[in-house]
């Protein structure tokens, strides 16, 4: 992924620098400390404090270089700075209704700061695709692994402060 081709909210963002920081800061000198100690205990092949260590801090490294790159690539972009505030675009908090009349709210946000369980989308994900420049009114069709749902743009909000939107 070439840098600045991954939309992330200003929140979204700093949820990346804080976990690398955590990882980096906190958890990885624990990590280090504790196999320093057990490499001076003796025999490191039945170890499992040096054992587990190594393999820890091998996963913390693989998460450090992941969060790197992905914050490296990313482009932040504050939706309450979207000029067109008629229409679903990246940050947009978006109530559908489906031809039952059943209502679900998303939000559009960055793939890394996607949780569906909170109605956090990600911007590549079916449903955002679907709704990316939708309008009040606009019935937009959804491929789902279930088959195809289609959802009534029923309200676009754009919130003042993302803080409302994702933690």
Known sequence: MKPGN???????????????????????PEIVEIV???????DRSENGDYLYGRKRMREIDREL???????KDARVLDPADQPDK???????VVELA????????VTLVGDDEQDASDGL?????????ALRGAAL??????????????????????PAK????AS
Request: proline share 5%; hydrophobic share 35%; charged share 30%.
């Open 65 to 71: 270089k992941h969060l790197s790159r992905r914050m």
């Open 36 to 42: 320093s100690w057990a490499a001076g205990n003796g």
């Open 86 to 92: 008629t229409r679903a675009f990246f940050g947009a």
């Open 6 to 28: 991954n939309p992330i909210t200003p929140s979204g963002m700093a949820a990346l620098k804080a976990r690398y920081d955590h990882l980096l800061g906190t958890e990885r």
């Open 121 to 129: 989308i990600g911007w590549s994900s079916p449903m955002a695709r």
């Open 137 to 158: 009114g606009d019935l937009r069709t959804v491929k789902l692994p279930a088959g195809d749902k289609e959802w009534e743009v029923v309200a676009i909000d754009y």
């Open 162 to 165: 993302l803080d409302t939107i």
């Open 98 to 105: 489906d031809e039952d009349d059943n209502r679900r709210t």
